[in-house]
């Protein structure tokens, strides 16, 4: 069944409503999900257009504001994509269960990987063309050994408003001050334990005091907030998540429990993922105070404070309460293909125009018509399960 967008918002043309988002007898074993939360009425569609047309509705108004935006960066659903996130890597110090295979992955050959100015000239292209904000992710990014210039290249573009790195944290402690000079204005570590055996039996590795003396170093070089990334996951972390929001109590730090996603070789079962219903009933019988801030459009994060908190609590909710509608993402991978959806397995690449000599319109030209087919919503949670696409590792965090 379609639904049409109101003319009005010319470049929001249609969306499908489609049965596989949201299957309540499939998705029974979520009981702390009341029915209400799913599209399976008349008026749930209703509301579902209506957050389309909404969000499409801010980002086309945003776009208008600047001259500078470029068409190449609207799809065809008025989604405007200010968001750059670039994989410098596929090299990792961690082997994250829900990250990387057991036994590895085949990694890209170096020459086929971006190189510095590769990165700057994509970085520079994108940023031309309106988008405002890059994160760096890999792999994990600082154990590229050019980590320092690649952020000071980037941080001095012209309308880049923030420049922000995913680390696993381990040698960011003694390289935060350095990449701090270098423009980098904002971090997310991740973190998805508080004791140190059960870190070393999810990452593979030792390290875990490690990523704690760089949450503290991050704050203490003035980073606010400070955002943890923790994914939560049944029979293993679940019972820590009024711990980490413990964190939050005196120190600027924003805790960002993360539905557990399926990618190549994470081995995913839905018995693992907690939903965010759950997860928020775990927090609020610790802490009543919870209060849910106002989210821009495009926020990935459902977003809360509680009283006497210097710090917030977040909530990432891609399989059960999808936020595709306000989407502003888009991802490079540290090979140069282009990637428009996390959970999407289409990609095209930028690094082969450019070696074969392709001037910055055709760049253009090829990032506007993918930009141009990327989907109205990603496939619903078994479907991406079913789906080849890459281990994390290689999409970059």
């Known amino acids: 069944m379609w639904r049409y967008i109101p003319k009005t918002l010319s470049s929001c043309r249609r969306i499908k409503i489609c049965s596989d988002l949201v299957n309540v007898k499939r998705e029974s074993y979520f009981s702390h999900v009341s029915a209400s939360q799913y599209l399976t009425d008349g008026q749930s569609r209703i509301s579902m257009v209506h957050t389309y047309t909404t969000a499409c509705s801010k980002m086309v108004e945003d776009a208008s504001k600047d001259n500078s935006t470029s068409d190449m960066l609207i799809d065809s659903f008025g989604r405007l994509h200010t968001y750059l996130r670039i994989s410098l890597t596929e090299r990792c110090n961690l082997r994250c269960q829900y990250c990387m295979p057991a036994d590895g992955v085949e990694l890209t050959p170096g020459g086929d990987l971006l190189s510095q100015d590769e990165i700057v000239r994509l970085g520079n292209l994108f940023v031309s063309a309106g988008v405002n904000k890059i994160r760096l992710t890999g792999g994990e990014p600082t154990v ?33 001050p350095k990449l701090k000079e270098c423009g980098l204005t904002s971090l997310n570590i991740s973190l998805d334990t508080l004791v140190p055996a059960k870190f070393e039996f999810m990452t593979r590795r030792k390290g875990h005091q490690k990523v ?64 965010y219903s759950e997860m928020l009933d775990t927090v609020v019988k610790k802490f009543p105070g919870l209060k ?17 908190h210097s710090g917030t609590v977040s909530f990432i909710t891609s399989m059960t309460e999808h936020f595709c509608a306000g989407c502003n993402r888009l991802r ?52 991406i399960a079913n789906t080849a696409n890459r281990p994390m590792i290689h999409i970059g965090g």
């Open 212 to 275: 704690m003396d760089s949450i503290n170093a991050a704050v203490d070089l003035g980073y606010n907030p400070v955002k943890v990334n923790c994914v939560v996951m049944r029979g293993f972390n679940e019972e820590e998540m009024c711990d980490f929001v413990e964190l939050t109590r005196d120190k600027p730090i924003n805790i960002r429990f993360i539905e557990f996603m399926p990618f190549d070789g994470n081995v995913w079962n839905v018995k693992k993922l907690v939903p």
């Open 332 to 383: 490079i991978l540290a090979d140069g293909n282009l990637k428009v959806c996390l959970f999407g397995a289409s990609e095209v690449s930028l690094r082969d125009p450019m070696r074969s000599g392709a001037d910055d319109s055709e760049l253009r030209e090829i990032v506007g018509r993918a930009v141009k087919r990327k989907k109205a919503s990603h496939a619903g949670m078994f479907d």
């Open 292 to 308: 849910r801030l106002k989210d821009h459009p495009t926020e990935t994060a459902k977003n809360f404070e509680i009283e006497e």
């Open 144 to 176: 590229r050994k050019d980590i320092e210039e690649i952020c000071s290249r980037l941080s001095e573009l012209e309308g880049l408003k923030s420049l922000a790195m995913t680390t696993n944290g381990i040698t960011l402690a003694r390289k935060l």
